[in-house]
């Protein structure tokens, strides 16, 4: 991708990956003196300025630590940002995941060249040419076109990060500069109706100007990564699902779970996407291949997510990891077999039941084994042991506090004491999102087996092809509901930042961020091992932080209302 030859964001994991040998991007820069005229008048230097919109896109890798703001997880480090979080004592004036800035700073920068990509002039290309062979020109004209439906792609992507944080924000299409404070102080804040329609209609003209079908443009294509029509309807399918749910639909949003339906159809009906047969190449070395994936970051050969994340029994692992808590773990289903062992049926762990206890890491949802690393389970040959004594177990220093190490994203073939690498990818899109956002849109408009739009698809078909394609035996339509909905996506999407935002949409905050996070306590007696599940924190969340507080400086500049109870 020739955009990671531009853009330069440093891998963050909690404060900063210290660890990272190398940026893994590339940097070109633009000299900061050239004149506004011949910056967007010189073709390369117009080129730059996109790729340097593109690096306002979060940082997935390097926000993967916020999982443990959630249910999901819980930070080995105490001093880890998610804390702050998870005992409440983050606000207006300290918020260590708040982006206002990064995409403001985004948004200026993307109407910068909305309002001055007219000046782009190629024909010094045109009149280079001295054969038959006009293709370096017609590659530039192409590319010129469609990096406007980039950009505005772009700024409805940063629009949209603020909004699910924040609510409404105001709607810039001037390039205003937020840290001049008489650019801001009588401009309010737009409604949230007002922002998730906006972001739709940007959507809408991105889409079309970079068409379905790119197979005319195939300097664009070769550059893998780069905007497609596939991935702005993506983004339009999330903003409207968000559109659709509860604190949306209370903060005055107009959107319909019909329209979040609709939206997500758009990227089913393109046919170009399709699950990929193993749900660990998604999260592989050579992920980008996958037909799953629809946008994606590539951060190229790094090995700072597995110095943080190997278990300690691996000598160079700094134990600063992100684990999963005994809530997730009890989140996936066991399977039923009969006397050959074939898949029956799937029913919910539980521990009181003795069959699940005796060995609780047998027959489980196959998403587990990819997603969590758990005691006996052998990792890059080793056999991890997180019991209490065990060579990844307490009281070892920087053991997990869990029971648990993430699996999920880490690359065993990474050997730390030789400093060895491998490629990383972060999804922001893939097509198993688009399915589950389908699901629980269609259920809420029409039911778990209701199709009037003659679409081709349920509800229950959609969640069910996700389910499947791990060999998940299907539910019914009488199993279907919005609890189904959310353990769903959790199992399908733990670990990919998609949990701290979907509680919130659903406004069930008090119920899944309130309640103690749980570990697991394990003893070995000889070869056999004893379970004991053990409270490892309370949490706190209150209904206001299902929304962000506007940072104090801006209220302190605008004099806008602040958010609710903040």
Known sequence: ?????????????????????????????????????????????????????????????????????????????VSSRAQMFNTGIWNQYNNPYGVWTLNFDGIRQANLYLKNKDKADIDYIKNKITTTDSTTYFNARDNLKLMEGEVLFLKAYFYFELVKRYGGVPIFEEPLDYKDKATWENIPRNSVNECLQYISTLCDKAATIIPADLSQYAAYRADAGRVTNGAILALKSRALLYGASPLFKELGSSVTWAQAA??????????????????????????????????????????????????IAFEGSTGNSITPTQNFVDDFEVLQKDGSGNITGSVPFDWNNSTHTANPYANRDPRFATTVIYNDKTFKSTQIQTYTGGNSGLPKQNATKTGYYMAKWINPSVDLLNGTTTNHTWSYFRYGEIL????????????????????????????????????????????LNQTRIEHERNVEMGFENQRFWD?????????????????IEITKTGTNFSYMVKKLEDRSFEEKMNLYPIPQSEIDKTNWTQNTNW
């Open 1 to 77: 991708m020739k955009v990671t030859r531009y853009i330069i964001i440093l891998l963050t994991l909690g404060a900063t990956l210290t660890a990272c040998k190398k940026d893994f991007l590339n940097v070109k820069t633009v000299d900061a003196d050239i004149p506004v005229d011949q910056l967007y008048s010189n073709y390369n230097y117009v080129q730059g300025v996109v790729w340097n919109v593109y690096s306002y896109l979060p940082d997935g890798l390097g926000n993967i630590d916020m999982e443990a703001a959630t249910d999901n997880a819980e930070a080995t480090n």
């Open 262 to 311: 609709e939206a997500a159809y758009d990227v089913i009906a393109l046919n170009a996407y399709s699950l990929d047969a193993s749900y660990d190449n998604l999260y592989g070395a050579n992920n980008s291949s996958s037909s799953e994936f629809i946008f994606y970051k590539r951060y190229g050969a790094m090995n700072a997510l597995e110095y943080f994340s190997f278990p």
């Open 436 to 479: 589950l956002n389908y699901a629980e849109a269609m259920f809420n408009a029409y039911g778990a087996e209701g199709d009037p739009e003659a679409y081709g698809m349920t509800a229950l078909q959609a969640i069910n092809r996700v389910r499947q394609r791990v060999n998940m035996p299907a539910i019914t339509a009488g199993q």
């Open 503 to 519: 509680v919130r949409r659903w406004k069930k905050g008090t119920v899944y961020f309130k309640a103690p996070v749980n570990r």
